[in-house]
């Protein structure tokens, strides 16, 4: 699967630029090859004028959108126009409540899965989010895909269950944050080894002012063996990575076909993962 994920710069712009700017990046992919684009947390407000008062001014409800707006309709629509898998990050408003979500619509322009953040960090939990219920892995024509959201790598229960309900890859949506980029990396190797699971990074690029000192997280794909398959410099753009979420991996130890099998039956027994 050819993956594109988009490192949205972080150089302030207002929301209609940056609707432009995402919807430019989907027809860059698409024209690149991608089946399936991701955008990275918060996407469209995300050091935005209209963002940055809002939350200044503790008000995330005028960030927020249902997912019937014309402002995220249109990437369902942009999905189906570029015959591609489309992620998009976004504060959700459902029901007067608000969402870190992260929703995903097939080539045919349909929503197929919502996946709403479920740890907050205080925070957002101060802003208003609401955190989500639990969600199962979502189904692609690629396989199954988990997604976790920025603060949630810390906590590998949702994605440990993920992998018992038959994940095949995980996505990691997240904003840039200052963890050495070797911390970063070996992090995202040991996650992908322990869930026998390719795991693909999608992060914003710095301003202009922060991109020359930075050492911390960039956009990254990790295969099922921990190795690093693709690492993107930190600039903006849409980037390209090869992504195998069928990679069986052979284990000695058992009689199963491959490896994520035997630790996806070993891990049915956790009563901890089986919770909600």
Request: charged residues 25%; contains cysteine.
């Amino acid at each position: 699967m050819k993956l594109a994920a988009v490192a949205v710069s972080e150089n302030i712009v207002d929301r209609a630029q940056r609707l432009a700017d995402l919807k430019a990046s989907v027809a860059e992919a698409a024209q690149a090859g991608a089946e399936m684009i991701v955008f990275p947390e918060s996407c469209i407000s995300h050091r935005t004028d209209e963002g940055i008062a809002a939350y200044e001014g503790n008000k995330l409800i005028d960030m927020a959108r249902a997912i019937d707006d014309p402002e995220i309709d249109q990437f369902r629509l942009l999905a189906e126009e570029h015959n591609l898998i489309l992620v998009i990050n976004t504060e959700e408003l459902d029901d007067g409540k608000i969402y870190n979500s992260s929703i995903v619509y097939s080539s045919q322009g349909a929503c197929i899965g919502k996946y709403r953040k479920r740890f907050l960090p205080d925070p957002e939990i101060a802003l208003g989010f609401e955190p989500g219920a639990y969600t199962p892995p979502i189904e692609t024509p690629f396989g199954k895909m988990g997604i976790q959201v920025c603060w949630e790598m810390h906590f590998p229960d949702i994605a440990m269950r993920h992998l018992i309900e038959g994940a095949d890859f995980f996505l990691w949506l997240t904003m840039p944050f200052d963890i050495h980029v070797a911390g970063f990396t070996n992090r995202m190797s040991c996650r992908a080894a322990d869930l026998c699971a390719p795991l693909v990074c999608v992060t914003h690029a710095l301003p202009d002012e922060r991109i020359a000192n930075w050492d911390g997280i960039v956009c990254m794909a990790v295969d099922a063996l921990g190795r690093v398959v693709g690492s993107a410099p930190q600039r903006p753009g849409v980037h390209i990575f090869d992504v195998d979420p069928q990679q069986h991996l052979d284990s000695p130890h058992t009689s199963f076909d491959n490896h994520r099998a035997y630790m996806q039956s070993m891990r049915k027994d956790y009563a901890v993962l089986r919770g909600n």
